[in-house]
């Protein structure tokens, strides 16, 4: 299998769908240019993408397992100070379904998932400046004591930053705080930083979508401080909506620059070869990085951002127009809403083709990162399924409950059997995995969960749809429900 973290030329004189670049790409020998990039979301045939995709998640992943982890998304607050357009589950502190569960309601969650043998929680909420840093503390030292076992994977940068505004805790720089917050609570239990709140980082994009939610250089340094204290993270990105295709590469590169950082700065935390196996021998402390990579399309349902018009509009079609978000966006992130008045007020979704040409390039463009997750919580089990043939190596996780992406539009429920089943049928063979995508077993005998169902009416795919009846005021909270 090719490695991960070694040092990669680009070729930027070749075309991006040159075979040999995408062969060499796909063994994890040359590295993709932004514009090449671009030039495969845009251009390339699906199968195409499928094809080259596949073989860099072989090259990596290997032909026979592919993964999937029993956890649960644990949603503790919906109370928010952001106004993000696209939130369909945030809710101001008056209102009549704002929520913060108590510690009681929070561990009984997390038993419920000890007891079908979950090893992970992730837990993300809304900005609520009512919760306290010994509130955090509290219920993070409790859980552990309570489940060594399970891992806590939990908030995210724009949670992090806001708890600087809310804590004052001591330091220069915003960074410097974000250390003192981030050290504080892996002092008391969090193991892990999910990638919640990436959407799209480019400013115009993120100004337009997400009022109140920090920026992309806050992300990505509040990931780098992570990283320096040796946790692990994942990334995400939220696209379909109004951001153009030049905006998804320069998303994509951002990840792939800091990541390149991160391992340059802090080391994988792997030992070499000679001593990895030899228990004696400690792993480093640091080597914090980035594991995953997770992307899905905007679910428009109960959303200010879903109201806007689908382009092309008939205007649209009558003055031949581009979309917008494609006239705006720069590889470099640099675009501005002033080259075309529509920015920002037409919206293009993505259906399964996008995600699954989007999900391909990922795999193609992110040559550092060890897992693509599959978005079968979007984009239903089959697509999630195929996705597995398109670079992801990851179908994420069982779902015993949803309240984010569910409150801006259909999600799906499966269980361990279910999910094991998908994996199996699409040629592989399922291995649960724990929060560092390590495989805890592999089911190949007749004791596996797929393999034990008799009746599947039993197991039929959940479907869950909260109906929303304020949608002038609420918008998707796309932190967490699909990033594991
Ligand atoms: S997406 Fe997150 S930060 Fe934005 S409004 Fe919703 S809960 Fe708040």
């Keep these: 299998m090719s490695t991960i973290y070694q040092p990669l030329h680009e070729h930027p004189q070749l075309s991006a769908t040159d075979t040999g670049l995408l062969t060499a790409v796909s063994a994890g020998e040359a590295r993709l240019t932004p514009e090449q990039g671009l030039e495969l979301l845009t251009g390339a045939p699906l199968h ?28 503790y607050t919906n109370i928010c100070t952001a106004k993000c357009i696209f939130c369909a589950f945030k809710r101001k502190g008056d209102e009549h379904d704002a929520y913060t569960l ?3 309601e929070l561990y009984q969650k997390v038993q419920e998932l000890s007891d079908i043998g979950g090893t992970q929680i992730l837990m993300q ?39 600087v505004n809310f804590f004052d805790p001591p330091g220069s720089t915003l960074i410097d705080k974000v250390r003192w917050v981030l050290i504080k609570l892996k002092e008391a239990g969090m193991g892990s930083l999910p990638g919640g709140g990436g959407e799209i980082f480019a400013p115009a994009v993120r100004t337009k979508i997400g009022l109140g ?11 780098y401080a992570a990283h320096s204290l040796g946790m692990f993270t994942s990334a995400s990105m939220m696209y379909g909506h109004i951001e153009g295709y030049a905006d998804r590469i320069h998303h994509m590169h951002m990840v792939r620059h800091w990541q390149d950082k991160a391992i340059r700065d802090f080391g994988t935390g792997e030992l070499p070869d000679a001593v990895a196996f030899d228990p004696t021998v400690k792993k480093p402390e640091t080597g914090g990085h980035y594991l995953g990579f997770h992307s899905w399309p905007f679910q428009p349902d109960n959303t200010a951002l879903g109201r806007l018009p689908h382009w092309p509009t008939e205007t649209d079609l009558e003055n031949d127009s581009p979309f917008p978000g494609d006239t705006v966006a720069k590889l470099d992130g640099s675009g501005t809403k002033d080259t075309d008045p529509n920015f920002g007020r ?14 391909a390039v990922s795999r193609l463009m992110l040559d550092n990162l060890y897992t693509i997750g ?40 499966l269980d361990e059997a279910v999910l094991c089943r998908l994996i ?12 560092t995508y390590d495989i805890l077993k592999t089911h190949t005998d007749s004791n596996s969960p797929d393999l034990l169902v008799k009746d599947w009416s039993e197991h039929r795919t959940k479907r869950l749809h909260i109906e929303n009846t304020k949608p002038e005021t609420t918008a998707q909270l796309t932190v967490g429900a699909t990033d594991s």
Aim: with cysteine.
């Design 48 to 75: 195409t993408l499928g094809r080259y995709a596949d073989a860099r998640c072989r090259s990596i992943h290997g032909n026979h397992v592919r993964s999937y982890i029993i956890d649960r998304n644990i949603n």
């Design 102 to 104: 108590e510690y009681e």
């Design 125 to 163: 909420g809304g900005m609520n400046p009512a919760l306290k840093l010994d509130w955090y503390l509290e219920l993070l030292n409790g859980i552990r004591e309570r489940f060594p076992h399970v891992k806590i994977h939990a908030f995210s940068p724009p949670e992090l930053i806001e708890f």
């Design 213 to 223: 939610k920090c920026d992309m250089n806050a992300w990505l340094e509040v990931m």
């Design 346 to 359: 037409r919206l293009r979704l993505a259906g399964a083709t996008e995600y699954l040409r989007t999900q």
């Design 374 to 413: 599959s978005s079968w919580v979007t984009m239903g089990p089959h697509v999630g399924q195929v996705a597995l043939s398109y670079g992801a190596n990851d179908m994420g996780s069982v779902m015993m409950e949803e309240n984010v992406v569910s409150s801006a539009g259909t999600t799906y429920c």
């Design 424 to 435: 199996r049928n699409a040629g592989y063979i399922p291995g649960q995995r724990d929060t």
